[in-house]
Each structure stands twice: as structure tokens, then as C-alpha cells.
């Protein structure tokens, strides 16, 4: 899916907003006594135990290990596995619930096949990823200094972030019925910038040396301070969502 890696006590100590502020999402999905449910994308499982509280039956999947056991230490029942290779029989779940993964995705339309297909019919779909124009401040400058850095290599953005149009197409064309998706503006606030990139961004200087991943954070974090930073507010991630309900046909 990406070469990102993951650190389960990183993310939570500096990246707790992204299943706080998708709770509201947690509402929508409505989660029922014995509902079987798969969290896609489960990460360290916070989202996945507010839906199994509700009595639903939860399974999650991440493709990080270590998410993933920190997933079962939260009590989920929890697989390393991918979203476009899910090990599961058809119409396994009534519902399936996935919160900032799939915009790590670059082949949605296969998502979406198998999303379709181990939901059973009449199943409910609801997710919350990035969406388009989502953190366009980050990822023009994390360009902007690869570029001013020849040794640096080619600057490969691992995100996929998709407009309502292109989303609403994938999903009409894998058997959905689409009862509400639109794109939400959502300024963030994150804890520093530097962090930030550690944790979301660190497949994209996987290849550099320690001197240059230094060298690359400073000159984002330089240019960023003018954009996304003020005394008052501090560091404000210009995040925008995008949100989706839908049913397998």
C-alpha cells in the first residue's frame, strides 16, 4: 500500500486527532448488537472499541504488524492483512467502517471491489479519508525542497487523495448506492511539525540518509512556519475529508 511505517505509541502520542475527530463517523456507521463488522484500516484500534462497546462484533484489519498487536492488546480482534486482498468470504460483514486509510490507496477501484464483496447485500459503507486538496500546503513543500535537492532523488507523494466525483464513480461502478459523499474542510491542529512528518511522512525519506532526513525536516518545517503556523494557534494542517455512506446493491 505505501512505504510508510508505522509505530503504534508514536501515533498515539502525536496523532490521537485522527480517530477523535472521526467519532462523528462512529455515528453514522450506528453499530448494532451482533452486528459483524470489519474495521479496515484498524490501526492501534480505538475506533474499532468504541464500535465493539456498542455490542457489535468487530474485526480489524491493518497492514502494519504493529498496529496491529497493539490492536489485539486493545482487545480487537485484529489481522495483518491488505484492503485490496481481503481474506474474507463473500458476504462476510453487515456493515464496513474505515477512517483515514484509503487515501493511502492507490488502487481504489479494487478497494471497492472488495469492499462489495464481503459485505452482504444491503451492507453499509462508511468512511472518512483524505480527500482532494488535503494537506496541500505539506505536500507542495515536502515537493519544493526535494526539488531544490538534487541528491535527494525523485519525490514520490504516496497519497491518493480523490475528488467526490472520481470516489462517487469508483463506488456506482462496484455495486454501491451512495446515499450521501462530500469533501469537508477540516484545519487541523498537530502537536509540531516535525513529528508530523516522522509519523505520516517517513516513507517518503525512507531512502535518504539520517543527515538529509534532518536536513529535509528543517527546510519543510522553514517554509511551513510562513503557511501553516501562527504565534496564537500554532501548527494548522490545512486537512480536508472527504466522507462517504453508502450500500451494496
Partial sequence: MNGNIWNADKYAQGASFVSTLAFSLVDILDAKKDEKILDLGCGEGTLAKEIQNKGAKVIGVDLSENMVTKAKENGIDAFVMGVTNLQFKD????????????????????????????????????????GFGNINSLCQTMQEVFLTHDDFGEFNNPWNFVSVEEYRNILINNGFDIKSIELIPRPTKINDIKEWLDIFANGITINLSQEKKIIFKNEVEKILRKKIYDQESGWIADYVRLRVEAYKL
Fill in 91 to 130: 458476504e462476510t460483514f453487515e456493515k464496513v467502517f474505515s477512517n483515514a486509510v484509503l487515501h493511502w490507496v492507490k488502487d481504489l477501484n479494487t478497494s471497492a471491489s472488495e469492499i462489495s464483496r464481503v459485505l452482504k447485500k444491503n451492507g453499509k459503507f462508511v468512511a472518512e479519508f483524505g
